[in-house]
């Protein structure tokens, strides 16, 4: 089994800047050997609201959502359209607004689409 090397920054929503507290929401992972750029996003209301009671979850649940679908789709014209690698860079560049990314972590993988989903589990799902 062939494994690659991939990199992954989790999505974090922030509901209140000033306070820097947050709560992982969603997760972006790329491969580049294998041509992989997808996330994958799970909001929990009750975690947000233990932070923040009057947390906008609309405003976080769309933001968090945009990652996904840009992970996915090429959008406009401009530079996010360069290749995967560059979206990436888009992607997880560091920004003060309600949904944010980590700092990028890396590891190898033979299956991307198989680790999100583990990731995601570990590091974001509510804990059971």
Do not use: I, K, W
């Amino acid at each position: 089994m062939t494994r690659h090397a991939f990199v992954y920054a989790v999505l974090r929503a922030v509901p209140r800047v000033d306070r820097g507290e947050f709560v992982n929401v969603g997760l972006v992972l790329y491969c580049q050997a294998l041509d992989f750029l997808h996330a994958a996003v799970v909001v929990d209301p009750v975690r947000l609201r233990a932070l923040a009671p009057d947390v906008d979850l609309d405003a976080v649940r769309t933001a968090a959502e945009a990652v996904v679908v840009a992970a996915r789709t090429p959008v406009g014209s401009a530079r996010e359209n360069e290749g995967l690698a560059v979206r990436f860079g888009m992607l997880t560049a560091p920004r003060s607004t309600v949904v944010q990314p980590s700092p990028v972590h890396a590891g190898l993988t033979s299956d991307p689409e198989q680790t999100l989903a583990q990731l995601l589990t570990r590091l974001v799902a509510p804990p059971v």
